[in-house]
């Protein structure tokens, strides 16, 4: 079997001892690691040929997502792929991973037809669709805790409660008043 060397994209965490850790341990099984917000570093990697991997299905915030349906409720989901794609010329493969008898399957799908279509919200229903076919075939290897609803359409009601250290924060600043 040919390995290919390829990045990732990560998400920063607060402990700079453990992101440090981490980074590391991740530059260990690939060629480059890319901090999700550095899009020079992701474009500079993809233009020089070397592939990229990101997790799309993560709620990244309102800025630079659309909401679209996700297991038919809205959820905001990340423009990225359809906006490097296309400032790069970039064929989108989307990569499955799933546990199969403790070993992992990595199933790289053949390129995405006509994408970016110039329709964020179809593509980006696209990538829901192909991440729900998934889940839907190994509904306990998702990782639900990524709270993909967590950013909510026209102020609507959030659907997790507070995570325990804002509550604690919360609580802290309530008693100072």
Do not use: C
């Not at 992701?42 to 990101?54: D, F, G, H, L, V």
């Amino acid at each position: 079997m040919e390995h290919q060397a390829f990045a990732a994209t990560y998400q920063q965490l607060r402990n700079p001892l453990f992101n440090a850790l981490m980074k590391k341990a991740r530059e260990n099984n690939i060629k480059i690691a890319i901090e999700r917000r550095d899009i020079r570093k992701m474009i500079k990697t993809i233009k020089s040929q070397i592939p990229m991997w990101m997790a799309a299905d993560q709620d990244l915030g309102i800025k630079n997502s659309v909401f679209v349906p996700f297991f038919n409720h809205l959820a905001a989901t990340q423009t990225s792929p359809m906006k490097l794609a296309k400032l790069t010329g970039a064929k989108v493969l989307p990569v499955l991973i799933n546990r199969i008898e403790k070993k992992l399957q990595v199933q790289i799908l053949p390129a995405l037809e006509n994408f970016p279509s110039g329709n964020v919200e179809k593509d980006a229903i696209l990538l829901n669709t192909l991440l729900e076919n998934n889940i839907r075939e190994y509904p306990e290897q998702y990782l639900w805790t990524h709270r993909k609803y967590k950013t909510r359409p026209n102020n609507e009601a959030k659907l997790y409660p507070p995570k325990p250290r804002r509550l604690k924060r919360k609580n802290k600043n309530a008693h100072i008043s």
